[in-house]
C-alpha cells in the first residue's frame, strides 16, 4: 500500500484530500448561515451609512457600496443564496459578490467592524424577528381559542385531576386554561424582545475600533433601542438566543399539552372531539381509523424543541470570553426551533379553530362519572350539618348505587338516597345536576357560565376583537 493510500485511509472516506478537506467543511458555515443574508445587508447598509456620515469612507463610497449591497439583496431574493465553502459564511459570501459588481471599493465596508460583531447583530435581528413571528402566531391561537370558548361558554364537559372524572366544567372554561397559558408565553417573548433589543454592531472583534464611529445611529437604524455597553460582551453573548429558546420551550410544553388533551378527546373511548380531515390521517389498512397525525406531531417537536434549547445552552456553558468557533454551532438549533414552532402554532390553532365538539358525549361523561358527587358532600355539610367526612362516606354510598344502575347522581330516587341517609331531603337535586354545578362555581376564574362569558369578553377587548 503507497503511502498516498494509507493517508487516504486514514483522513477516510469523502476527506480523502487530508486535514484541509476537513477543515473547509467544518469551518464552512454557509449551509445554514445563509439564512441570515437579509439581517447581513440590512446590518452592513446601516453600517456603511454611519461610515459615510461620520468621514470614515467618502459619501461616494458609502453610495457606491449601498446600491451593490441593494444589487446583492436583488439577487439573493430571486436566486437564492451560493454556497461556495471556500467563503465560509453569509459575511464573506456577500462581501465577495460585492466586489465582483462594485470591485476594490467594497472593501470599504468592512471599516470598522469585524465578522464577530457582524454576525451577533444579524443573529440578534434574526431572533427578534423570529420573536415578533412567533408571537403573531401565538395571539391567533388565542383568537381562535376565545373565539371557541365563546360559543361553548355553558357546554359542560369533565373535569379532569389524574384523568380521572373530578367535578364538571365548561368547555368554554377549558379552552380560556389554554388561553392564559399563551398569554404567559407571549409576555416571555415580549420580556426577551425588551432583553435583547441591544445593538452589538461596532464592538468589533472583541475590543471595540478606533474609528470614530456612531454606534448609536446604526442602533437607531437598526430598530435598537441602544448600542450594547461592553464590547467582550457584545461578541460573545447568546442570551438572546437562549432567551428565545426558553420561551419556545415553554410554548412548546403548553402546545404539546393542548395536542395531548386533543389526541384523547379524538379517541373513540372519549368521543369529545371530530378532528378536522385537514388536520388528520387515515390508516392504511383500517379503514374506520381517523389518526391524530397533526397533533401527534406537535407533541413530538416539543422534545426537539427543548433538545435545542439544551444543545445550545451545552454549547455556551464552558466558553471564556470573548468569541469562539464552538458558537458557530449556535444558529442550526435556534432556526430548527423556530421552523418547529411555527408549524406547532399553525397546527394547533388550525386544530381548535376547525374542531367539532360533541358537547352531547361530554356532558353525558360528566354526569356519569359522577362529577357532581363532591355537590353532594357539600350539601350534606351546609344543609344537614353533617361533618364532611361522614358526608363524604355518605356520597360515596351514593355513588355506588348510581353506578349499579348506571344513573346519573340527579336520577337517583329520593327513597333510595333517604335509605342512605335519612337527612337528605328533597332539596338536594338543586345541588346534583352538572347544571347547577357549574353555575355554583361562580367564584373569580370559576367554571360558571357567567364568569367564562366574562372573561371572554376580557380577552377580546385585549385582543382587540371588539364587536
Not at 25 to 49: G, T
Not at 87 to 101: G, K, P, V
Not at 404 to 414: C, V, Y
Amino acid at each position: 500500500m503507497s503511502g498516498n493510500s494509507g493517508s487516504n485511509q486514514m483522513w477516510g472516506g469523502r476527506f480523502a484530500a487530508g486535514p484541509s478537506a476537513i477543515m473547509r467543511e467544518i469551518n464552512a458555515s454557509i449551509p445554514f448561515d445563509k439564512a441570515l443574508w437579509r439581517q447581513d445587508i440590512a446590518a452592513s447598509k446601516a453600517h456603511v451609512a454611519m461610515l459615510g456620515a461620520a468621514g470614515i469612507v467618502s459619501t461616494g463610497d458609502a453610495a457606491t457600496i449601498s446600491v451593490g449591497l441593494d444589487q446583492v439583496a436583488a439577487e439573493y431574493a430571486a436566486q437564492g443564496v451560493p454556497e461556495d465553502w471556500d467563503l465560509e459564511d453569509i459575511h464573506m459570501t456577500t462581501e465577495s459578490r460585492l466586489a465582483d459588481l462594485i470591485g476594490p471599493v467594497a472593501g470599504r465596508l468592512h471599516t470598522a467592524r469585524s465578522r464577530n460583531d457582524q454576525v451577533a447583530t444579524d443573529f440578534r435581528l434574526w431572533v427578534r424577528d423570529a420573536i415578533d413571528e412567533a408571537d403573531a402566531g401565538l395571539q391567533a391561537l388565542q383568537v381562535a381559542l376565545v373565539t371557541r370558548a365563546g360559543e361553548h361558554a355553558a357546554a359542560i364537559m369533565p373535569g379532569f385531576t389524574h384523568l380521572q372524572t373530578a367535578q364538571p366544567v365548561t368547555l368554554g372554561h377549558h379552552l380560556l386554561a389554554y388561553y392564559e397559558m399563551i398569554r404567559r408565553d407571549r409576555s416571555r417573548l415580549a420580556d426577551a424582545r425588551v432583553r435583547m433589543n441591544e445593538c452589538p454592531l461596532g464592538a468589533a472583534a472583541l475590543a471595540g475600533t478606533g474609528f470614530p464611529i456612531d454606534r448609536h445611529a446604526t442602533a437607531a437604524a437598526l430598530g435598537f433601542d441602544r448600542p450594547t455597553a461592553n464590547s467582550l460582551d457584545s461578541v460573545s453573548d447568546r442570551d438572546f438566543a437562549l432567551d428565545f429558546l426558553m420561551a419556545a420551550a415553554q410554548i412548546s410544553l403548553h402546545l404539546s399539552r393542548l395536542a395531548e388533551e386533543f389526541i384523547i378527546w379524538a379517541s373513540q373511548p372519549f368521543g369529545f372531539v371530530v378532528l378536522p380531515d385537514s388536520l388528520s390521517t387515515g390508516s392504511s389498512i383500517m379503514p374506520q381509523k381517523k389518526n391524530p397525525d397533526a397533533a401527534e406531531l406537535v407533541r413530538g417537536h416539543s422534545g426537539r424543541i427543548v433538545g435545542a434549547l439544551t444543545a445550545l445552552m451545552i454549547t455556551m456553558k464552558g466558553l471564556p470570553l470573548a468569541y469562539s468557533k464552538d458558537m458557530q454551532d449556535d444558529k442550526p438549533p435556534v432556526f430548527e426551533a423556530a421552523s418547529l414552532l411555527a408549524l406547532s402554532v399553525a397546527a394547533m390553532t388550525g386544530m381548535v379553530a376547525e374542531a367539532r365538539f360533541r358537547t352531547d358525549r361530554m356532558r353525558a361523561a360528566a354526569e356519569l362519572g359522577y362529577a357532581t358527587a363532591t355537590d353532594l358532600a357539600d350539601w350534606l355539610v351546609r344543609q344537614a350539618d353533617i361533618p364532611f367526612r361522614q358526608a363524604h362516606h355518605i356520597t360515596g354510598t351514593a355513588v355506588r348505587l348510581a353506578e349499579s344502575r348506571g344513573i346519573a347522581l340527579d336520577q337517583l330516587p329520593l327513597d333510595e338516597l333517604q335509605a342512605i341517609d335519612g337527612r337528605i331531603d328533597a332539596r338536594v337535586y338543586a345541588a346534583l345536576s352538572v347544571e347547577a354545578s357549574v353555575a355554583a362555581r361562580a367564584s373569580h376564574g370559576g367554571t360558571a357560565p357567567a364568569q367564562v362569558e366574562h372573561r371572554v369578553a376580557e380577552a377580546r377587548r385585549v385582543l382587540g376583537l371588539e364587536d
